[in-house]
């Protein structure tokens, strides 16, 4: 099946030309149409009447292309009789849209000839481009493709220089469709992607729709259906935006294209269906030669190859009627295959003879040598403007540099002048201002220091008193609380000993016990942070197996982690050397370990792991627990913010733990960071340098 390209020409144009406005509903039209009737009645400049006429027969023509014709009959009339000569050519420039839109492409081509000589005459560019624009198309539907591709050409050098992204659009798609008729796939999809590229910028639905619907017609005849694909989604979500019933068919016979390609029926014979009614019901001729083209190829493609070519015949004879044949090598090959299949090989041979003929004379040998001789004047006239362009930027640069080099010398001179007046003149007073600046720097350099030392004695102060109010805390609650319940449970044993059966004296002992621990590793992390913070610990380094200090650290909190049924995993490797104060990292993994444990659920898992980082080794102790916001994570480390929190069997904390590990750690030249999670858990991670090899 090959793609229906001087359709693409067609539509392009047809939506330039007559829907400048295609988002404006037909109300909306008609009321321009009467705002300007009634401006008529009242206009006394009769060239005006004569523009008023023009832009009425303008907005018809998406409605009603009789009274299009009716209103330049009445424009034309009196433009010749005032002898209005830009009124007179508006008048045949409309007159070659509306025959054009009839299927008239002979009378077209005269009305645009008309029409140039006196947009010629006037020397008026923007009109002579749409002309050229105009006849390409016309020309395009004849034997004369060279014709067409020479106006396209004309247009496009005018386009350029004009910069009209409107009418490159136009001219890159009639290019990409002569390109398709010479079968270069490459360069008609490259033309059809320029268009896209502009007609996106532009914005208009219409306009993005119909080179979809070509770039997927491209791609659907040479059997790139993946690649039609994402086309065909896009144009799919664009339809509801078009309100041209003449685009719609065209877009709806596009699609019935793309589904018989991929032998989907039901769905060809839908949209067939719908483009049919738009044309039965609008006189379309031109679209309805296609729809019975793509009837006829639905029918070939389920081999009803009787039925098939009884639509080729309406096309041809319906396109031979308004003089269209650029479809004809596809139909007639399309025939010849099905009358062969029907073993009428004398008729096979007839319309395969009948193909070649159309195919010769659309694919003429002279439209192919324009084309290249059109793309080599235009790669030269690129690279000329690139040349001409660099060799302007050099002559910018050289001049630039130039005035720079003199004004730079001017301001040196100027500036030497003003420094040796300003030199000798306050030569006098400089040893004054030096003496002066000398003590003013003096005073600065003290005010300064008290400053700073202000600084650090006020930061010293809200630390000592946020490490007061954490030790009052921990005496007055931490501390106390675990003290009354050690007396309590003690007492009541003592005073009611044998009030009590064995089982529950010995629970009592185990919490007596439990509260003792917490008490005791509370005061050792308290003593601990007491002698940091008096900087009387004494750091004394060397090197220890990691894996040995680890289990030397966790090993009195192995029965706690017993106790909630933990699954511990310790993958450190037993051969990392570390280098640290031994004692200060047993207290570090120790609390780290010890907080895995509190925070964790009954039978979870707790992993310890070391990954070597260059000079370093960083483990990680991760638990499965309850884990912590970001809020928590952000105020772990610091001391003025209350972050201790009740364990999963109720087991209280103070907080100190962690923010003596993070001084413990730095002590130790390493890090620490925290990785967690709501309900999934925590990760804390400290640095250790490894020993040296």
């Avoid at 982690?561 to 120790?590: P, Q, R, T, Y």
């Avoid at 002590?667 to 340098?689: L, Q």
């Amino acid at each position: 099946m090959k793609i229906d390209s001087i359709h693409f020409l067609f539509y392009l144009f047809v939506f330039f030309l007559f829907c400048t406005f295609p988002g404006k509903a037909q109300e909306q039209d008609l009321l321009i149409i009467d705002s300007l009737k009634k401006a008529i009645l009242t206009e006394k400049q009769q060239q005006k009447i004569v523009d008023n006429n023009n832009q009425i027969a303008y907005t018809f023509a998406s409605i009603n292309i009789d009274s299009t014709l009716y209103y330049i009959e009445k424009a034309s009339e009196l433009a010749q009789k005032i002898n209005y000569k830009k009124g007179i050519a508006e008048c045949h420039y409309y007159n070659a849209r509306s025959f054009i839109q009839k299927g008239e492409l002979t009378k077209a081509i005269e009305s645009y000839n008309e029409s140039l000589k006196i947009y010629n005459y006037l020397n008026d560019t923007v009109n002579i481009l749409n002309i050229y624009r105009g006849l390409s198309y016309a020309y395009s539907y004849s034997a004369s493709q060279i014709i067409s591709l020479d106006y396209s050409l004309k247009a496009l050098e005018i386009a350029e220089e004009l910069k009209d992204s409107l009418s490159l659009s136009v001219i890159y798609n009639n290019i990409a469709a002569i390109y398709h008729k010479l079968d270069n796939y490459e360069s008609a999809v490259y033309y059809f992607q320029k268009t896209l590229e502009l007609d996106l910028i532009s914005g208009k639905s219409p306009d993005i729709a119909i080179t979809y619907s070509n770039l997927g017609m491209v791609k659907v005849e040479n059997g790139n259906f993946e690649e039609a694909v994402s086309d065909y989604s896009k144009l799919k979500a664009i339809l509801p935006d078009i309100e041209s019933d003449y685009v719609r068919s065209y877009i709806y016979l596009s699609f019935a294209g793309y589904h018989t390609g991929l032998a989907e029926y039901d769905s060809a014979n839908y949209y067939i269906t719908l483009a049919d009614h738009i044309c039965s019901d609008k006189n379309y001729l031109q679209i309805q030669t296609r729809v019975y083209r793509r009837t006829g190829e639905l029918l070939f493609k389920q081999k009803r190859f009787e039925e098939a070519i009884s639509y080729f015949d309406k096309s041809i004879e319906l396109a031979k009627s308004i003089q269209i044949f650029e479809k004809f090598p596809t139909i007639y090959n399309m025939k010849a295959i099905a009358c062969s299949e029907l073993g009428r090989f004398e008729e096979a041979y007839y319309n395969s003879q009948e193909g070649i003929r159309f195919r010769d004379s659309l694919q003429n040998k002279k439209i192919a040598v324009s084309l290249a001789e059109f793309e080599n004047e235009h790669k030269l006239k690129l690279e000329k403007e690139l040349l001409d362009q660099q060799a302007k930027n050099t002559t910018i640069q050289l001049k630039f540099k130039l005035r720079l080099a003199i004004v730079t010398s001017a301001l040196l001179l100027i500036s030497i002048v003003i420094f040796i007046y300003f030199f000798l003149r306050q030569r006098k007073s400089k040893l004054i201002l030096q003496k002066q600046h000398a003590i003013i720097n003096e005073q600065k350099s003290l005010i300064e220091d008290n400053f700073n030392k202000l600084q650090l004695n006020e930061q010293k102060l809200q630390k000592l008193n946020a490490t007061k109010d954490k030790l009052f805390s921990i005496v007055a609650h931490d501390l106390r609380s675990p003290f009354n319940a050690l007396l309590g449970f003690s007492n009541e044993l003592s005073e009611n000993y044998e009030s009590y059966d064995d089982k529950l004296r010995k629970k009592m002992i185990s919490l007596i016990s439990a509260s003792s621990e917490s008490t005791l590793f509370l005061l050792e992390n308290l003593l601990n942070w007491a002698r940091s913070q008096s900087e009387s610990i004494m750091i004394q380094k060397g090197e220890y197996n990691l894996k040995k200090l680890i289990e030397e650290s966790i090993s009195p909190y192995l029965g706690s982690a017993e106790i909630k049924l933990l699954h511990l995993n310790n993958f450190v490797s037993d051969n990392i050397k570390i280098w640290g104060d031994k004692e200060i990292l047993k207290v570090v993994i120790s609390n780290l370990f010890s907080n895995a444990i509190k925070f964790s659920h009954k039978k979870g898992e707790i992993i310890i792991s070391c990954t070597k980082q260059a000079k370093l080794a960083e483990v990680c102790i991760q638990d499965s627990g309850i884990g912590m916001n970001k809020k928590i994570t952000d105020s772990l480390f610091t001391i003025d913010k209350n972050t201790s929190r009740i364990g999963t069997l109720n087991e209280k904390g103070t907080g100190l733990g962690l923010i003596l590990c993070r001084e413990f750690i730095q002590m130790n030249d390493g890090t620490i960071r925290v990785k967690s999670e709501e309900n999934k858990g925590s990760t804390f991670c400290i640095t250790i340098p490894l020993a040296e090899v």
